[in-house]
């Protein structure tokens, strides 16, 4: 949402909108010139000039009182989706998309094409790391988008090129069944403009199943990954080696051999790279600057990022919020950390913790020390005996390296009781509990602070 409001105001429109509280991507609208108000109103609607088109997204509830304002007064009331889509008009478009990877490689899609000169406008789910924002409104003819699958909504776009990073099930609340989950992307390919092509990892079976079906129905198709044939127009993954605390990339392009220098770990984040170099291809950038763009990739605010380190311990920030989002990305800290691993893992929506709390368990038993917060709600209401508890039992460690703690505020405390020296501790879910690096970097601080001052007062002469 904030990334439409961005491009719009780019574009010289008067935008409005309204959120829950204060946040620096409110502070950052408004000094765009944007008219943002802190809660919801019915009085909200009338902050602009004339009367307004309302944009909402799924996360808004029917009866939010600005969207029943909005019916009652006749507005225009659209989906995020169809704005993003209206934005696009005219533009030569690129759509990431699948269950997990789509802000990461859109991400790098789009730092790899401005390398090559190029200003693309974007509009990415998360800001990226130099750049501080997820959107712009750019000169160039290209337009990269991420696209929401999680509500359908990525079937609004027409994009030249798509990248399918995987399919795998999620979102039912949604859908339904992991039937339809996967009809939805084969609904996505007959979006395409013809004589587009679909870019997708030839590792992961749904997006394999999707290549296929694309091939049946005439559409071009580049594949990316370690068991992507080598035939031209693919992206074979040949080796991936640590490189401090990011990797080293080997790869295949056009019977050619490349190697690449990623500032961040993790195979899952390497194939991202070779979906996004595919991608740039695709819209008319060389191979040698996509490579040089991918290598000078910073990362996403929320994608494994750094926060910060105290007392010896690092601590990181990750989105992950899927069983197979969080295996991976727990897999890749591994690799940046000589001692143990901690996280503290926020599940996201009561019926995902429903429907996942044992794969959930599966991925986080990764990890040396596993803390469990309750479930972050977002649109969702309770759901009787659902809880966090569900992940944790679920959490096959021995009992005292897995802790369920329902109050929020007692996380950094017991995190910052668990680290020692030399851990990396991770923060990890699509929730709050984003806010709670900080807090567990000033708790170790303290600590440590205390400890020095025992140990000067147990080192002073008797008297």
């Excluded at 989105?319 to 897999?331: I, M, S």
Aim: with cysteine; proline share 4%; charged share 20%.
């Amino acid at each position: 949402m904030s990334g439409i409001a961005r491009i719009l105001l780019a574009r010289g429109a008067e935008v409005a909108g309204s959120d829950a509280k204060d946040s620096r991507t409110v502070l950052g609208l408004r000094a765009q010139g944007a008219k943002i108000a802190v809660g919801h109103a019915a009085a909200n609607l009338d902050q602009l000039s004339g009367p307004p088109t309302v944009v909402v997204s799924s996360a808004i509830r029917a009866d939010n009182p600005e969207l029943v304002a909005a019916h009652e007064r006749g507005l225009t009331v659209v989906h995020r989706a169809e704005a993003l889509a209206a934005l696009m008009t005219g533009r030569r478009v690129a759509c990431v998309t699948g269950t997990h990877g789509k802000t990461s490689t859109t991400s790098m899609l789009t730092v790899a094409l401005q390398h090559c000169g190029l200003d693309p406008s974007f509009a990415i789910g998360g800001d990226l790391a130099a750049a501080g924002t997820g959107a712009h409104h750019g000169a160039g003819e290209i337009f990269v988008a991420e696209a929401d699958e999680s509500d359908g909504s990525f079937l609004r776009f027409s994009p030249w090129v798509a990248v399918v990073t995987n399919v795998e099930a999620d979102h039912l609340d949604h859908h339904g069944s992991e039937q339809a989950y996967a009809t939805a992307f084969a609904d996505f390919l007959s979006r395409l403009v013809p004589g587009g092509a679909l870019v997708s990892c030839a590792d992961d079976p749904g997006s394999e199943r999707l290549a296929v079906q694309a091939e049946a129905a005439g559409i071009r198709v580049r594949r990316y990954g370690r068991t992507a044939p080598a035939e031209p127009g693919n992206a074979v993954l040949t080796g991936y080696d640590r490189a401090g605390t990011g990797s080293r990339v080997g790869l295949r392009l056009a019977e050619a051999d490349h190697e690449v220098v990623l500032s961040l770990p993790g195979e899952h984040m390497a194939l991202n790279a070779l979906g996004a170099l595919l991608a740039g291809i695709e819209l008319g950038a060389p191979a040698s600057g996509l490579l040089e763009g991918l290598a000078g990739f910073s990362g996403v605010r929320r994608r494994f990022e750094f926060k910060g380190r105290a007392a010896g311990v690092a601590v990181y920030d990750d989105y992950a919020h899927h069983p197979t989002e969080v295996a991976a990305q727990l897999k890749a800290a591994r690799e940046v950390t000589e001692g143990r691993l901690l996280v503290a893992f926020q599940p996201h929506l009561y019926s995902r913790t429903r429907q996942f709390s044992t794969e959930f368990g599966q991925a986080l038993a990764l990890a040396d020390e596993v803390v469990v917060l309750d479930v972050f709600a977002a649109r969702e209401d309770p759901e009787p005996g659902v809880s966090g508890a569900l992940v944790a039992d679920a959490v096959r460690l021995p009992a005292d390296q897995v802790h369920y703690v329902p109050r929020w505020a007692e996380v950094p405390e017991v995190l910052a009781g668990l680290a020692k020296a030399g851990d990396l501790v991770i923060t990890m879910g699509a929730g709050d509990v984003t806010v709670l690096g900080p807090e567990v970097l000033v708790e170790l601080t303290r600590r440590e602070n205390d400890q020095n001052d025992i140990a000067t007062v147990s080192g002073e002469p008797a008297r």
